[in-house]
Every structure is written in structure tokens, then in C-alpha cells.
């Protein structure tokens, strides 16, 4: 009885030296019990090799096992577990109670205790401490001895947490991690291995808890043969370029074991002398595993076809050309799926990609990673349906809920639900109300349809909530979830859902969602035994349930032999792998940085083994450890490897290669670095693009469209296309293709009499407001879904933009209305006064319009006193303007057009036809001088809007000119006489912030408010008229764009014209709005997006889904707004209204 060493370096054939040995023995015909004893991963691989190698028989004389396994069997036929292993769902319950009810006690934790993820991090180091057997009394024991007061602290914490923990735990449950403990203790006295022989394969290290097992094992078993991967048995030194410095420390351990329990140490088998077994037909393969990690390393200076590191864009690009090269190797190498592995160090990054891109290959894969249930539309559920009551039946809880699937509603049912909720604000109390009740003669039938529908979904939570409403016990938490499920019947509804995956052949689905109901049952149950009685609040109690929903997780085997085989480098070893491509080979993450220290610091840890607690590997450990994962990757392959890497992330973030790349770039002289950047071969032939269907056809579309751009492509595609043509599958999407590639995204005109029905009103008449023109515009054809379709974007029951642009114009005009009622006087009114009245303004407006957006909760109802504190400052600083000139409000939110108080711009066009402009002015001054009454037009903006010469130029921005204009033609019937124009305007409506470096006093502040508020447009150069605007201003102004000289002239900076100046502008507005209806009446609603250097007008267009404008396509441009300077801009200006005349 004793242990032998069977060692080697990578591919030298370990587990085939063990296979044969097990075989060996089944040949002998002897009885005894052949034990292949492998890593909990490796189980189902060992099996299929075992079988492989041996054949049935080997299934009645040998049996793989993981340490599990063994637990399980010598349990089963020897006793010795009598209560239910608790799940780490339960174990972090159980945590969570003792830290609620300790955690006001805790030294070092009472501030952490908690925090969200604190109950799992503690769970990890109490299977820790289990796994290196390390007890409550060794913890304790050993913390009279510590020096470090924060350490002394944190392991007094946790001897407490840990003590309570296994007492509370081992009443009712046993601890998984304390399973191989009581199989040691187990082994003693059962004699079940007794004279076996047993081969331990696979492992890298081993556990406290494991090496007792084997240790013990040994002492009952003829032999245990013990398989390292290394290149001699010599003692561990502090060399740090041995890359087998790891296993060489499981050695001594075991070595140290054997000598404790005076173990024999039986003659080891040393296969290196062997040439390698794994690489007898790769010379580069072998080179590879032999001198990656040796110093100095020998350089391979022949051909290099069996190693290629290809350099990709993007992770996308980078799985693609693996899927791409994989076909190749099918295809014409005749390797099947099942020889190929596809690795790489962060699954979780790579498997939504690889999912998507492998199935659009049609390559058959397995992915090798445990599914989390968190989002398993059973669990996603029960949350869901707690959040409802929770968060008071708010929009995202509630779809959430009737989203999950498991709620049996037509999805168009759902959509057109979503729709009207969004539409008439529905949250809340609205939700638990019986719509029917309160007005159900009023109800439409949409209404109506809409109220049995949110009857349905209500009438399950309302019963669920009733359960549950007041804190109540972990148990009746549990037992209202369980009655609730079976009265939506969800579980029903998830068998009928593995019927379907069935039907069509998911079995991947089928193995994960036939265990979720189970999982979730135990989850409740272990809630129920491990918190029965306590008496949780909702919110406390779901984030429990969320907490045992996010520990568990769904394992699946492969359902079919034929696959690629997907996953971490960590779980590689183990499979018989021809080629492996080893993806996502960046800096820092293989090898992995990753330095999360947990509850113990590196320091606490080298502390405490001073002690004689020996815990899992530090910091600096885990670089060795992560050294010999590099080695496991780079040597697992027989015939071919190849690593890539991306230049960036999903984000578009660059990275760096690893430095594994650089360094087989020194070891294999002639490996060139294949991207698609740079390889000659890839630029000039695609050939290597045309694999599967799918992404061929897609390729192919490219092609075609170059050919169509009179570029000349190679025969194979053409072929293709008659592939694809003539295949049934694809022969409708080829001919919809090949007339898309054709398309241009133009749209046709409209007739003329057709777009005028569209846009004429009931009495048949054209009649545009100014902003209609200036969207039209921005975009014909924004304008023509707007106006003429009349599309509308889904209905929201929110305070938006435009709301808020009305709310503050109506009761700025208020305002007005009640200073001129009341005969005040704007330079007379104080903050004070301005307050008050806006206040009495908007709550009676509010009291008014009961049903308004901003009485529905206390968000609105806080919006509203900003909105008071905004519009309070907009008339005070409004006051200050007036106050600092001799300008009058003459009238304010005044309509013109609408044929009453003054007639509308008409605009005779080419055509013979008339076009009516209306619009409204929010404010209109005047001022008398030197006998003439002079116009300013001002206009209000709750946004940041500034007037822009360039921006009137092209039509978008010509709202204050036509104001203007509309008011000098109708002021001899407004004013009773001819006006002159003063200025057109704009005043931003706004509660700015003052930022300082320095303290500033009242004065400065409030110059400082003028200053971010001051009015931005133009105004008649006329110097005795703009200090009628502010007779404040010696050489500039606070209030107005304009500043004086020395010499009194005006500055460059002015924004002042002559009254010439504004004649010519006058004219080519309106020739511009002429130009604009005679493009719009002919019928051009054009894909024509305007573009300046400040904005992109689709970036702010609901309808750009509608439109489908592409750059990429030939014809879809954009309309470019050249920004261009003041004289640039007048001289275009003039030279138009010339041409006109």
C-alpha cells in the first residue's frame, strides 16, 4: 500500500499511461476495484475516454469518480450522512440572519455588514476555511497570537459569524463543503476501498480536505497512482521561471502527508524519456510546449503551419474569422467538431458572441459553462411580482411581470397594454382601482378591452399582496409564492414549454429548464427551514430570495458527440483536442490580473501561515498558478493552434495583445501575424468568407453591392449568387437582395393635388405656421410624415419638452396679462412681488386642471416649484430689462393670421396659388422716438436657442423675421400707424447657476443672471434706439447684444443692422418661404436631412425608423448647413434678393 507518482510534462500521455494501466487490469481478469478519480468537470469526458479506450467492459470493472462522487457512493453503501446538504442559496440565508442579528455586534464588519454582496463574500471564506480544514477552535485558538489589530478584529468577527453559522446550520443541514470532512472520517471505518487501486488524474493541486481523502485512501488501497504534470520530482525551489513551481508545491504537500502517516513511497513512473505523445505529428507543437516558459528558449527556424495568431478589429471580427477558419478545417482538413475546442479566459465575455456567430454558421457547439437562473423567465417571475408590490405596481415592474412569458397574454395584446399604460399614465393606485367603477359610460371599448385585460393581470398580485402585506414570517412569504405560481399556473405553462423546445428540438433547453422549477422549490423550502419564523419586511425578504436566485446555477451536459466545444481555459483539460483556438488573448486578461483580495489581504494571509493556518493561494500565488494555466492552454492540442486577440472591446475601447504573442513571435521565426488590416492574401481574396449559408449570404450582399458600384468581383461570388438563387431557402431573400442592391431610397414627389389635400385645411385653405417651414426645412421628408401622414410617436403620460415650453409661455402671458390688469408698473415690481404673483398663478392653474400631469405625485408636484423658482427668476430679470429702458409690452401672446385681429402673411407663388402664414408672438415692444414707434419682437425659449445668420440663410431659423414682418404689415391696423422695426429677439426662460472662483456680492450675482440671460438677436443700428433698450449701458450691455466704442460707434460684436439691412432680410424671407411652400406643394418630400458642424437635424426625429436614411447608400446626402461669417452671410443674402429682382 502506498502513493506513485505518475509525471510528465504536457502531452507526454499521463492519462493514456493510466487508461492503459486500468485496462491492463480488467485484461487480468482480477476482481479488484479500479477507481479513476478526476476533477467534478472532468467526469463526463473521463467516462466517454474510458469507454473509448476500453469498451463496455470497462463499465462493470472500473468506475470514474470525482471526490463527490466518492462522498456519495461510500455514503450510500456505508451511511454516515443522515441530513440534507444545505445549498449555497441556504447557506447565504443563513448568513444573511446571523449578520442582521450580529451585525451591530461585529468589530471589524459592523459598518460593512450590510452592504450588497457582503453576505456572499462571507460565505466564500467560510468554504474556505472548510476546504482547508480549518475549524472555529483552530481560529480561535490561533487569535491570541495575532499581532495585527485589524486581522485580530476581522478573525475575531469571523470565528463568531463561522461558530454560529455551523451550530444554527448542522441542526437540520449539512454543509457541502463539509462533505469530504465526514468522508474522511467515513473512510476509516468503511472498507468499501479496500484494496483497490486508484488513479488520481487531472489535478493541478489539492485542497486540505482532498489530500486527507487521498491520504487516507492510500493507507486502504493497494496503490494510488497520482498523475503530475512536471518535468522531474525535485523539491520546490524559489526559482521563479519554473513554470511547474506549482505542482512541485502539490508534491512536497503530498510528500509531507505520506511521511505523517508513514505512506510508502512506491517507485514513480517518469514519462518524459518518452517522446511526447500529444505532439508526435506537430513539430511546432512540441517546440511550443518545450521552450514557451524555458530561459533562454531555442528558436523554431522551420515552416510554421501549425501555429497562426491572427489580429482582429473587434471581438466580433475576432470570433467570426474563428468560426470561418473552423468551417476550413471541416471542410477541407476533414476534422470533425468534435476535435476542435474554442477557450479563452473570460467566458461571460465571449458566450452572447459566440452563441449568435457559431449558430449563424451552423456550426454545432457546446457551450461548457454553468447558465445562471437569475434570468429564467420562472424566476424572473417571482421577483417581478414582489417588485410590484414593492415599487407600488410601477411601469418597469409591471411589464417586467407580463413580459416574463409565464403570464398568458397575447404578445399583441401585451404591446397595445404597454401602449395605452404609457399613454394615460397608469402606475400606482390607478392600477389597483376598478376602472369600471368610476366611469364606465365614458369608457371607449379600447377602454373597456383595456380594463379586463389589466383585471387579469392584477386579480393574482392583489391576492399575492393581501398574503403578504403586512411583515409576516419567512413561511408565509414562501407558501403565498407557492400558491401564487399555481394560480397564474406557471409551472403548467413551463412543461408546456419543454413539449415546444421538444417539438423543435432545443435539448439544450429542455436540460436547463426542466431543473429551474425544482431549484426554485428547494430554494423555498431551504428559506422555510432555515428562516421559517423570522419576520422579514418585502423588501428585506426579496432581496434574500434575490441573493439564493443569483448562488444558483443550471449545468448541462452535451447533448450530441459532434460539437465544438466552448469554454474557459480553466476547464480545458481533460478532452482530446486536435485544434484549439484560444480567443480574447489581451493584456491582463491571459494571463489574468486579477488581484480581488477578498476578506483576507495578502498580508493577512502570510500572517496567519505564520501561525500555521494555511489558506488558498495569495495574490502572488495566483500569478504562478495563472503562469501554469497559459502552459495547460498552449499544450493541449495535438495538430493545430491558433491565437487571437481584438485591437478593441465591445465598447470600442483599445487593447493591448497579451504578452503571450510577442513571445511566440521570438520563439517561431517565419509566424507571420495574420489580420485583416494588413495580410495581402485576405484583401485580395475572400474566398475564406464564403462558409456557411448565412454569413456567405451576407458577404455576398457586399460583393454584389461593389459590382453594382461598377467595382469588378470575383467570379466565385457570382456563382454564389446562383447558389442562393436557385436554393429554396434563400431564393426569395436572393431576388429581394439583388432589387435592394438597386435601391436608392428616393422617394417619388407626390402629385401636386394630392399634397394639397394633405396639408389644405377644412375651408381648403394653406395655412402654415413659421415652424411648420423651418421643419420643412430641416427635412421634406420629416416634414411629410409629420404633417401630411400625420404619424404620431407612442402617447406618454410624462411632462416633456413641449409641455414645458407651454406651461411656462401660458403663464408668462399671465403674468402680463395681470401686471397690465392691474396697472403695474414692470420697473416697479421687486423679487418678492414677482414671486407671489407666479406662485398664485401657477397654483390656480394647478387648482384648475385637477387632472393635470403635475398634481399625479410628489416628483411632478417638486417640478412644479422649480418650475415657479424658474419662471419667478425669468420675470424678474424680464422686470430689470423693462426697468433699464424705455420699451412697452404692448401686447403678448398675439395671433396673427387668424384672419381677426390681423390678416396672415400671404404668399403669392409661382404657381398662381396662395399660401396663408399664422403664427403667434410671444411678446411685442414698442418705444417712441423723434416721432416714430419702433417694433422689438421678442420671442421665448426654454432651451438655449440662439439666433444664427447662417442657420436664417437656409430657412431654419426665420420665425422672428416673419413675426416681424406680420406685425408691420397689420400695425397701421394694430398700432394705427406705420412701425418701424427695432429688434427681433430671443429671451431664454431659465433659473441659471453662477459659478464663481471667488465670492461675489449681491450686485455681482445679479449682473452675472443678466448676463446668462441676456437677449440674443438683432437690433436697428441706431444708437439713440438701443439706449432705449437700456439706458444703463455706457459700452456694453447686460441686457442686449450690443456694445459701444470709445468712439461711440458700435463693436464688431454688436449684433446690429440697418433698417436697410432689415428690408433685405424681409425679402428674402419671404422669398425663401415662397421658394419653401413651392417645393412642399410640388410635391418633394426628399430624404434630405440638414447638417451643420453643431447639429445633425436626425439626431432629434422621431421618424428616422420611417426614412431609413444611410450615407452608405449612393443617394442618401445630407443637406450641409456651411457655417459661414457675418459679410459672407449678408453678401449671399443680397445677392439672392438681387436676383429676385
Not at 426554485?520 to 419576520?535: K, P, S, T
Not at 507571420?672 to 456557411?692: Q, W
Not at 456694453?1036 to 466704442?1045: C, D, E, V
Amino acid at each position: 500500500m502506498g502513493i506513485r507518482f505518475i509525471f510528465g510534462r504536457a502531452g507526454t500521455g499521463k492519462s493514456k499511461f493510466c487508461l492503459d494501466q486500468i485496462r491492463k487490469k480488467i485484461d487480468n481478469d482480477k476482481n479488484d476495484k479500479l477507481i479513476l478519480l478526476v476533477p467534478e468537470q472532468y467526469t463526463f469526458q473521463s467516462e466517454k475516454k474510458l469507454l473509448s479506450e476500453i469498451g463496455e467492459r470497462a463499465l462493470l470493472k472500473s468506475e470514474v469518480l470525482s471526490f463527490k462522487r466518492m462522498a456519495n457512493r461510500v455514503f450510500d453503501e456505508c451511511g454516515g450522512r443522515t441530513n440534507k446538504i444545505v445549498s449555497d442559496s441556504g447557506k447565504n440565508m443563513l448568513i444573511y440572519k446571523l449578520l442582521k442579528e450580529k451585525g451591530d455586534d461585529l468589530k471589524y464588519f459592523n459598518r460593512i455588514s450590510k452592504q450588497q454582496g457582503f453576505v456572499s463574500t462571507v460565505s466564500k471564506t467560510i468554504t474556505e476555511f472548510k476546504k482547508y480544514n480549518i475549524s472555529e477552535e483552530i481560529l480561535q485558538e490561533k487569535q491570541q497570537n495575532i499581532e495585527d489589530k485589524d486581522l485580530k478584529e476581522k478573525v475575531s468577527d469571523l470565528v463568531d459569524i463561522y461558530t454560529n453559522f455551523n451550530e444554527t446550520l448542522h441542526k437540520k443541514y449539512i454543509d457541502g463543503e463539509d462533505v469530504l470532512t465526514l468522508l474522511a472520517e467515513k473512510l476509516k471505518e468503511c472498507t468499501l476501498y479496500d484494496n483497490a487501486e486508484i488513479w488520481v488524474d487531472e489535478f493541478t493541486t489539492f485542497t486540505p480536505q482532498q489530500l486527507e481523502v487521498i491520504l487516507l485512501l492510500a493507507k486502504k488501497c493497494k496503490t494510488v497512482n497520482i498523475t503530475l504534470c512536471t518535468d522531474n520530482l525535485e523539491l520546490s525551489s524559489v526559482d521563479d521561471t519554473d513554470i511547474f513551481d506549482v505542482i512541485k508545491n502539490t508534491e512536497n504537500r503530498i510528500l509531507k502527508g505520506m511521511e505523517e502517516n508513514n505512506i510508502s513511497y512506491m517507485e514513480p513512473v517518469n514519462l518524459n524519456k518518452k517522446y511526447p505523445y500529444r505532439f508526435k505529428d506537430s513539430e511546432e507543437l512540441k517546440h511550443i510546449e518545450r521552450h514557451f516558459f524555458s530561459y533562454p528558449f531555442r528558436t523554431f527556424t522551420g515552416k510554421c503551419n501549425d501555429i497562426r495568431i491572427y489580429k482582429a478589429n473587434n471581438n466580433y471580427s475576432e470570433v467570426e474569422y474563428v468560426a470561418q477558419d473552423i468551417l476550413k478545417l471541416v471542410r477541407d482538413k476533414g476534422y470533425r467538431y468534435r476535435d476542435i475546442a474554442v477557450v479563452c479566459r473570460d467566458i461571460d465575455s465571449y458566450e452572447k458572441i459566440g452563441t449568435v456567430i457559431f449558430n449563424e454558421y451552423d456550426i454545432p457547439f457546446f457551450l461548457d459553462k454553468k447558465r445562471e437562473i437569475l434570468d429564467n423567465p420562472l424566476v424572473v417571475l417571482i421577483i417581478s411580482a414582489l417588485e410590484v408590490i414593492i415599487s407600488n405596481w410601477s411601469y418597469e415592474s409591471v411589464f417586467k411581470y407580463v413580459k416574463s412569458g409565464l403570464i398568458k397574454l397575447d404578445q399583441y395584446l401585451i404591446d397595445r397594454l404597454e401602449n395605452y399604460i404609457l399613454a394615460n399614465g397608469i402606475k400606482g393606485f390607478k392600477w389597483t382601482r376598478d376602472l369600471y367603477e368610476s366611469n364606465e359610460e365614458e369608457m371607449t371599448d379600447e377602454d373597456k378591452q383595456m380594463a379586463d385585460i389589466m383585471e387579469e393581470i392584477r386579480e393574482p398580485i392583489m391576492i399575492l399582496s393581501k398574503k403578504i402585506k403586512n411583515d409576516v414570517t419567512v413561511r408565509k412569504y414562501c407558501e403565498a409564492i407557492y400558491e401564487f405560481l399555481l394560480d397564474i399556473k406557471a409551472l403548467e405553462t413551463m412543461e408546456e414549454w419543454l413539449e415546444n423546445f421538444n417539438d423543435i428540438g432545443l435539448q439544450d433547453k429542455i436540460k436547463e429548464y426542466e431543473q429551474v422549477p425544482s431549484i426554485v422549490m428547494e430554494i423555498l423550502d431551504q428559506a422555510v427551514e432555515v428562516l421559517g419564523d423570522e419576520v422579514l419586511d418585502i423588501n428585506t425578504f426579496t432581496r434574500i430570495l434575490r441573493a439564493g436566485f443569483e448562488e444558483q446555477e443550471v449545468g448541462v451536459i452535451p447533448m450530441a458527440l459532434d460539437q465544438v466545444n466552448i469554454g474557459d481555459i480553466a476547464r480545458i483539460k481533460g478532452r482530446d483536442v486536435k485544434a484549439l483556438y484560444i480567443v480574447g488573448v489581451n493584456d491582463g486578461v491571459l494571463p489574468s490580473t486579477n488581484k480581488d483580495e477578498g476578506i483576507l489581504s495578502d498580508r493577512d494571509r502570510i500572517e496567519l501561515k505564520e501561525l500555521g493556518i494555511e489558506l488558498a493561494s495569495d495574490t502572488r500565488s495566483r500569478v504562478f498558478e495563472e503562469q501554469f494555466m497559459v502552459y495547460t492552454a498552449l499544450t493541449i492540442a495535438s495538430e493545430y493552434l491558433m491565437i487571437t486577440y481584438p485591437m478593441a472591446d465591445f465598447e470600442g475601447k483599445s487593447l493591448r495583445p497579451s504578452i503571450v504573442i510577442p513571445r511566440i513571435k521570438k520563439i517561431f521565426k517565419y509566424l507571420k501575424e495574420e489580420s485583416e488590416l494588413y495580410n495581402e492574401d485576405l484583401n485580395n481574396d475572400d474566398y475564406y468568407k464564403i462558409t456557411a449559408p448565412t454569413p456567405t449570404f451576407n458577404e455576398l450582399v457586399g460583393a454584389l453591392r461593389r459590382e453594382c458600384e461598377k467595382e469588378k468581383i470575383e467570379e466565385y461570388w457570382l456563382q454564389a449568387y446562383k447558389w442562393f438563387e436557385k436554393n429554396n431557402d434563400f431564393s426569395k431573400r436572393a431576388d429581394t437582395i439583388f432589387k435592394g442592391l438597386r435601391y436608392s431610397n428616393l422617394v417619388e414627389k407626390i402629385p401636386r393635388e394630392k399634397i394639397k389635400k394633405l396639408y389644405s385645411n377644412d375651408n381648403g385653405r394653406l395655412i402654415f405656421s413659421v415652424s411648420r417651414l423651418e421643419k420643412y426645412a430641416q427635412c421634406p421628408f420629416s416634414y411629410y410624415v409629420q404633417y401630411g401622414l400625420k404619424a404620431k410617436d407612442r402617447k406618454v403620460y410624462e411632462f416633456s419638452a413641449p409641455d414645458l415650453g407651454s406651461f411656462m409661455h401660458e403663464i408668462l402671458d399671465q403674468f402680463t396679462n395681470k401686471i397690465k390688469k392691474e396697472h403695474m408698473l414692470w420697473s416697479e415690481l421687486s423679487k418678492d412681488k414677482c414671486r407671489d404673483i407666479v406662485n398664485e398663478l401657477v397654483d390656480t392653474k394647478l387648482k384648475n386642471e385637477s387632472n393635470s400631469i403635475l398634481n399625479s405625485n410628489k416628483k411632478y408636484m417638486y417640478f412644479s416649484e422649480r418650475f415657479k423658482k424658474t419662471i419667478t427668476k425669468s420675470v424678474t430679470v424680464i422686470s430689470e430689462q423693462m426697468r433699464r429702458g424705455e420699451f412697452e409690452i404692448f401686447k403678448n401672446e398675439f395671433d396673427f393670421g387668424d384672419f381677426k385681429d390681423s390678416d396672415p402673411i400671404e404668399l403669392k407663388l409661382p404657381s398662381n396659388e396662395s399660401v396663408y402664414l399664422k403664427g403667434r408672438v410671444d411678446r411685442i415692444d414698442k418705444v417712441e422716438l423723434d416721432g416714430e414707434t419702433y417694433i422689438r419682437i421678442v420671442d421665448y425659449k426654454t432651451g438655449s436657442k440662439s439666433f444664427d445668420l447662417s442657420e436664417l440663410y437656409y430657412g431654419l431659423q426665420i420665425q422672428l423675421l416673419v413675426y416681424l414682418d406680420a406685425i408691420l404689415r397689420n400695425s397701421k391696423k394694430i398700432l394705427n400707424k406705420q412701425c418701424m422695426p427695432g429688434a427681433i429677439l430671443y429671451f431664454r426662460i431659465d433659473d441659471p447657476i453662477i459659478k464663481s472662483k471667488k465670492s461675489l456680492s449681491e450686485d455681482e450675482i445679479k449682473d452675472e443672471i443678466l448676463k446668462k440671460l441676456k437677449m440674443n438677436g438683432l437690433i436697428l443700428k441706431d444708437a439713440d434706439l438701443v439706449r432705449t433698450m437700456d439706458n444703463t449701458m455706457e459700452t456694453y450691455s447686460l441686457i442686449i447684444p450690443a456694445k459701444f466704442n470709445k468712439d461711440g460707434s458700435f463693436s464688431n460684436s454688436s449684433s446690429v443692422i440697418s433698417e436697410e439691412q432689415f428690408e433685405i432680410l424681409r425679402k428674402y424671407v419671404n422669398d425663401k418661404m415662397v421658394e419653401l411652400c413651392e417645393d412642399m406643394l410640388s410635391g418633394d418630400v426628399k430624404i434630405e436631412p440638414c447638417k451643420s458642424s453643431k447639429v445633425t437635424y436626425c439626431d432629434y426625429c422621431d421618424y428616422s425608423s420611417i426614412c431609413q436614411f444611410d450615407t452608405s447608400i449612393k443617394d442618401n446626402k445630407y443637406r450641409i448647413i456651411v457655417k459661414k461669417n457675418k459679410e459672407e452671410v449678408w453678401q449671399a443674402i443680397e445677392e439672392k434678393v438681387q436676383e429676385e429682382e
